[in-house]
């Protein structure tokens, strides 16, 4: 996995990358994902954190979407946030990617991954 910016990546055909995200003051509960196309598998990393993972399956020259979100309450702090890093199978990572905040605008950020091999 090569990072271009911080939502834009190279990947390969069958490189499983993983979105690590560390919940800062808020429940791993909140926060999920998805990708287009292909199944997004949710796990947990050795400190209990979700981890979310996809198999890169496009054919070369075609893209994968993957868009995290994360769920805050008007009870949360101030400061809640999940910090999120993303690696791959081939090398590549931990990338860490900007917080989903509390008082951002943006809480549903999308990521693209160019297959580029």
Same mark, same amino acid.
């Given at each position: 996995? =090569?990072?271009?910016?911080?939502?834009?990546? &190279? *990947?390969?055909?069958? /490189? @499983?990358?993983?979105?690590? $995200?560390?919940?800062?003051? &808020?429940?791993?509960? =909140?926060?999920?994902? /998805?990708?287009? !196309?292909?199944?997004? @598998?949710?796990? @947990?990393?050795?400190?209990? =954190?979700?981890?979310?993972?996809?198999?890169?399956?496009? !054919? *070369?020259? #075609? %893209?994968?979407?993957?868009?995290? /979100?994360? $769920?805050?309450?008007?009870?949360?702090?101030?400061? @809640?946030?999940?910090? %999120?890093? *993303?690696?791959?199978? #081939?090398?590549?990572?931990?990338?860490? %990617?900007?917080? %989903?905040?509390?008082?951002?605008? *943006?809480?549903?950020?999308?990521?693209?991954?160019?297959?580029?091999?």
């Amino acid at each position: 996995m =090569n990072q271009i910016n911080s939502f834009r990546y &190279e *990947v390969q055909q069958g /490189e @499983a990358v993983t979105f690590v $995200v560390t919940p800062i003051k &808020e429940s791993p509960d =909140n926060i999920t994902a /998805e990708v287009a !196309p292909g199944v997004m @598998a949710r796990g @947990a990393d050795g400190s209990g =954190n979700p981890t979310f993972s996809f198999s890169v399956t496009a !054919p *070369v020259g #075609n %893209i994968h979407f993957a868009k995290l /979100e994360g $769920v805050f309450s008007p009870d949360d702090p101030d400061d @809640a946030e999940f910090d %999120i890093t *993303v690696s791959g199978s #081939n090398g590549g990572g931990p990338f860490d %990617i900007p917080a %989903i905040e509390r008082h951002s605008p *943006v809480k549903d950020p999308t990521f693209r991954f160019e297959v580029t091999k």
